[in-house]
């Protein structure tokens, strides 16, 4: 069974940065697909990234895109989202998420459905 546990949630002000981690525990880091999402409150989980098994496949929500960053290190089983440029729009409850099967296309990578694990977030406050 895999496991995710994220980190690095906290409060910052808009336009500062924050990175989350995500480790996982139960099947190789390289053998998952993954992604982050967000939950905002009163709102649906909303897609942020995902990124394919060896990172060479990278993809960003239209609203965050040139301002956060994913990345992975598969031999500490860690994946990152760095944000930078905070807004008050970013406020939400930030979900790694991880999948078997890395889909060809955007939508389906996109998809909350498409993920077989999620981690239990992190909490990520931007005040002005």
């Known amino acids: 069974q895999v496991q995710l546990e994220e980190s690095g949630g906290g409060s910052v002000q808009a336009g500062g940065s924050l990175r989350l981690s995500c480790v996982t525990s139960?099947?190789?880091?390289?053998?998952?697909?993954m992604g982050w999402f967000r939950q905002a409150p009163g709102k649906e989980r909303e897609f942020v990234g995902a990124m394919s098994y060896s990172g060479g496949i990278i993809h960003y929500a239209e609203s965050v895109k040139g301002r956060f960053t994913i990345s992975r290190d598969n031999a500490k089983n860690t994946v990152y989202l760095q944000m930078n440029s905070l807004k008050l729009d970013d406020a939400a409850v930030y979900y790694c998420a991880a999948k078997i099967s890395w889909a060809a296309s955007y939508s389906s990578n996109a998809a909350v459905g498409a993920y077989d694990y999620w981690g239990q977030g992190t909490q990520v406050t931007v005040s002005s």
């Open positions: 139960g099947r190789t880091l390289s053998s998952l697909a």
